[in-house]
C-alpha cells in the first residue's frame, strides 16, 4: 500500500459519529465544536504536525498544535514533502532574528506566538516550492489517537473550508497507516523519547 491508497481508503471509510468538545474555550472553541461537522463533511488530506505542545508526545494529555496540509492531489502521494515547509516555519518560529523577506516575515509573525491561533491560513508560495499549503492550528484529543499519543508528524485530518481541521480519528484509520504509526511509537520508545 502507499499513501496514495491509504488516502482514498480513508475517503472512503464510513464517517463515525463524533461528537463535539466543550472543554476548550477561546479560538480552538469554534474549531471543536465543529467536530461532528468535520468528521461527517470535511475532506480527508494528508496533514503535518510542525509545531506541538509537549503533552501531546507524552500522551499526558490532549493539547493544541499547528500543522500544515494541502488540497493539492499531488501530497495525496507524498505527505513527507510537506516536511520541508513545515521544518522552514518551526525555524522560523524560533528564530530570534525578524526575517528580511516579506514572506518569511509574514508568516514568522503569524507563527511567533505559540499562543496565536489560526485557520486555512496560506503559507506565502516562496516557501512552499509554489504549491499552495495552509497552516492551520488544530485541538489534538489523544482519545482520537491510536496510541492514545502523538508518535509521528504525519497524520490524515479532516479540513473543511474554512481552513478548521481535526485528525481523523485512528478507529477509521486503514490498517497500513495504523502499523505505520505502530512503528513509529516503537521507534520513539526505542530511542529514549
Known amino acids: 500500500m502507499t499513501y496514495l491508497d491509504a488516502i482514498r481508503e480513508l475517503r472512503e471509510a464510513p464517517r463515525p ?5 466543550t472543554e476548550v474555550q477561546g479560538a480552538l472553541g ?3 465544536r465543529r467536530r461532528p461537522t468535520l468528521a461527517a463533511q470535511g475532506e480527508v488530506r494528508w496533514g503535518f504536525v510542525f509545531m506541538a505542545n509537549d503533552a501531546l508526545w507524552t500522551g499526558k494529555r490532549s493539547a493544541p498544535a499547528a500543522v500544515i496540509y494541502s488540497r493539492d492531489p499531488w501530497f495525496d502521494r507524498y505527505p513527507h514533502e510537506l516536511a520541508n515547509t513545515g521544518d522552514r516555519l518551526l525555524d522560523l518560529f524560533g528564530s530570534t532574528h525578524r526575517p528580511v523577506a516579506p514572506h518569511a516575515r509574514y508568516t514568522s509573525d503569524l507563527h511567533r506566538s505559540g499562543h496565536v491561533r489560526s485557520f486555512g491560513q496560506p503559507i506565502p508560495a516562496e516557501m512552499t516550492g509554489g504549491r499552495v499549503v495552509c497552516s492551520s492550528s488544530v485541538w489534538v484529543r489523544l482519545s482520537d489517537l491510536p496510541s492514545r499519543r502523538l508518535v509521528s508528524r504525519v497524520l490524515p485530518l479532516w479540513v473543511d473550508g474554512d ?21 513509529s511509537d516503537s521507534d520513539a520508545s526505542t530511542d529514549g523519547s
Do not use: C, I, K
Open 17 to 21: 459519529a463524533v461528537a463535539p468538545l
Open 163 to 183: 481552513g478548521y481541521v481535526m485528525p481523523v480519528v485512528g478507529s477509521v484509520w486503514p490498517q497500513w497507516v495504523l502499523d505505520r504509526w505502530a512503528a
Open 30 to 32: 469554534e474549531q471543536v
